[in-house]
Nanobody, 122 residues
Framework: ELQASGGGLVQAGASLRLSCAASGRTFSSYGMGWFRQAPGKEREFVAAINNSGGSTFYADSVKGRFTISRDNAKNTVYLQMNSLKPEDTAVYYC?????????????????WGQGTLVTVSS
């Protein structure tokens, strides 16, 4: 199971940290990603990290504002979101892809969390 948490309602410019706790599988065997889906839009890539945490990748829209990290000892991946904008409003999902490498492709992830809602007001 992947359990995402940390979403909420914040004003523009604020920060939030999302967490995603994994159980039931060997967390360190998976590359992890964060995706988001706004109302009426397709799910889009936000950030990803490889299985060891040594390599990360970001969507251009969040680069410099968001940071993905993981703690394999705690089976948890995080998404630190700073300088939030109204256009960041979406349901945020964590996902896992078996293997060392990450990907920005939704279809390559086969293990998904339930999502946590982030709402940024202007």
């Amino acid at each position: 199971e992947l359990q995402a948490s940390g979403g909420g309602l914040v004003q523009a410019g604020a920060s939030l940290r999302l967490s995603c706790a994994a159980s039931g599988r060997t967390f360190s065997s998976y590359g992890m990603g964060w995706f988001r889906q706004a109302p009426g839009k397709e799910r889009e890539f936000v950030a990803a990290i490889n299985n060891s945490g040594g390599s990360t990748f970001y969507a251009d829209s969040v680069k410099g504002r968001f940071t993905i990290s993981r703690d394999n000892a705690k089976n948890t991946v995080y998404l630190q979101m700073n300088s939030l904008k109204p256009e960041d409003t979406a349901v945020y999902y964590c996902a896992a892809k078996y293997g060392a490498h990450y990907s920005y492709t939704v279809s390559l992830y086969d293990w998904w969390g339930q999502g946590t809602l982030v709402t940024v007001s202007s």
